[in-house]
């Protein structure tokens, strides 16, 4: 059983910065995606940004230049530093972890919540 516990939401205001933390625990195959997605109300859920195990990175391109994944393989560990935040990221924000090992294999967190707002 793999499970992922997200931390680090909240509200921030426009221009504000927030930093979010997830750690993954259970059987994880070592060469794996984690990353962050967000969900707003009455959209669908998209991709923010995700790392590899070997560091390759990938941004959604509203985010770009403004958000930094990294993450921590000896911790099973992924960040998400938000910078410059806007309204518009307002979102449910969910970790992810996945890899193929025969078949596909994915798992998510609990979401956490980031309000933009003033």
């Known amino acids: 059983q793999v499970q992922l516990v997200e931390s680090g939401g909240g509200l921030v205001q426009p221009g504000g910065s927030l930093r979010l933390s997830c750690g993954a625990s259970g059987n994880i195959f070592r060469v794996n995606e984690m990353g962050w997605y967000r969900q707003a109300p009455g959209k669908q859920r998209e991709l923010v940004a995700a790392?590899?195990?070997?560091?390759?990175?990938n941004y959604g391109d509203s985010v770009k230049g403004r958000f930094t994944i990294s993450r921590d393989n000896a911790k099973k560990s992924v960040y998400l530093q938000m910078n410059s935040l806007k309204p518009e990221d307002t979102a449910v924000y969910y970790c992810?972890?996945?890899?193929?090992?025969?078949?596909?294999?994915?798992?998510w967190g609990q979401g956490t919540q980031v309000t933009v707002s003033s």
């Open positions: 992810n972890i996945r890899w193929l090992l025969g078949v596909r294999y994915d798992y």
């Open positions: 790392i590899t195990s070997s560091g390759s990175t």
